[in-house]
């Protein structure tokens, strides 16, 4: 089954979307490991900016407005991706932000997805902007 959807807009770069953060070390069964001050034990890793969290939950929106009835794949998906741009950003950069978002709305794990960028072209005006997402599985 084949279906598709549109996310409006200029999709964030790679530089826009993740930022160095902290999190917090757990122990075993999940339980937060705290360091000799007492408090919890703290390392940096690299996390989604709030645009990135931004994007992808426009992603998901469109995707779960999109999904037809009843899809359930089985095995792996096929993600195509047209992109009609402002300015050029790397297609493999966006695939990630676009399939969490997808993931979200489906619930398949992404790791199930082979992507394809299909088409890109650049310079175009803000109301022209957009990226086109077929699936197939």
């Given at each position: ?16 979307a993740y930022k160095i953060g902290t999190g ?114």
């Amino acid at each position: 089954m084949r279906w598709s959807f549109t996310i409006e807009g200029q999709p964030i770069s790679w530089n826009e979307a993740y930022k160095i953060g902290t999190g917090q070390r757990t122990g075993a069964r999940g339980v937060l490991r705290l360091g000799r001050d007492g408090g919890p034990v703290e390392f940096r890793k690299i996390i989604k900016t709030e645009e990135a969290k931004t994007y992808t939950t426009l992603a998901m929106l469109r995707c779960r407005e999109a999904k037809p009835s009843g899809w359930k794949p089985e095995g792996f998906v096929i993600v195509e991706f047209k992109y009609y741009l402002g300015r050029d950003v790397d297609c493999d950069n966006v695939m990630k932000l676009v399939n969490d978002g997808i993931e979200d709305a489906t619930g398949v794990d992404d790791r199930w997805y082979l992507p394809r960028a299909m088409w890109k072209t650049t310079g175009l005006r803000p109301g022209q902007r957009r990226i086109e997402v077929t699936i197939e599985g």
